[in-house]
């Protein structure tokens, strides 16, 4: 009698153990962009955290929306989990915008779902990042090569003064009459 009671308490464990293996925050993560791309909003927002699911909106525009992404490092916590991810606006082998950014996790009573706000906010926050990143190169390279410019044009305006005086030396000298020149043991 105890046999047949054991056998479905063990089959019961291995199910509840499967399930739970299926909802980490690595499955959860992956499945949450798979059906942003697929633009299966209702898999989505299952997968998203009640108070979020309004920004999911903001995922669903065809400007931006991604085509593939790459989950990276996960950093876990006890009731959340960090996810990077890289967001790209083309399916592979296209010329795509790369919009790297953190999926962030929250483990709920039904699992690890995805905080859309913090997850969104995430994102913008590394492309303005990204961005000023960019323009202070660009803006480094500009001042150097203007610097470096400058320095030429103030090196060939030298070496115009520098002719121009020897020009006008040269001219006094044939100019003035050699009588008139008076040499130095001459004062």
């Known amino acids: 009698m105890k046999k047949k009671h054991v056998i479905p308490f063990f089959f019961l464990f291995w199910l509840l153990a499967s399930c739970s293996a299926n909802n980490s925050p690595e499955s959860t993560a992956n499945d949450f962009w798979q059906a942003v791309i697929e633009k299966d909003m209702e898999k989505a927002k299952s997968l998203a955290t ?4 309004e920004y999911l909106k903001y995922l669903n525009k065809s400007k931006l929306h991604p085509e593939r992404f790459e989950l990276g490092e996960t950093m876990m916590g006890e009731r959340s989990a960090e996810i990077a991810v890289v967001l ?19 483990k709920t ?47 060939d305006i030298g070496k115009s003064l520098e002719e121009g005086a020897k020009e006008l030396q040269r001219e006094l000298e044939h100019s003035l009459p050699k009588d008139k020149v008076s040499s130095p043991q001459e004062i």
Do not use: C, Y
């Not at 779902?113 to 323009?135: A, E, I, M, P, W």
């Not at 202070?136 to 150097?144: P, S, T």
């Open 109 to 155: 009573e039904h699992g690890w779902r995805v905080d859309v706000k913090q997850s969104l906010g995430s994102v913008v926050k590394q492309t303005v990042n990204n961005v000023f990143d960019q323009l202070n190169n660009m803006m480094q390279k500009g001042i150097k090569e203007l610097d470096q410019s400058f320095s030429d044009s103030m090196n």
């Open 50 to 53: 009640w108070d979020t699911t």
């Open 88 to 106: 790209h606006t083309a399916s592979e082998g296209g010329e795509s915008i790369r919009i790297p950014g953190k999926t962030i996790l929250i």
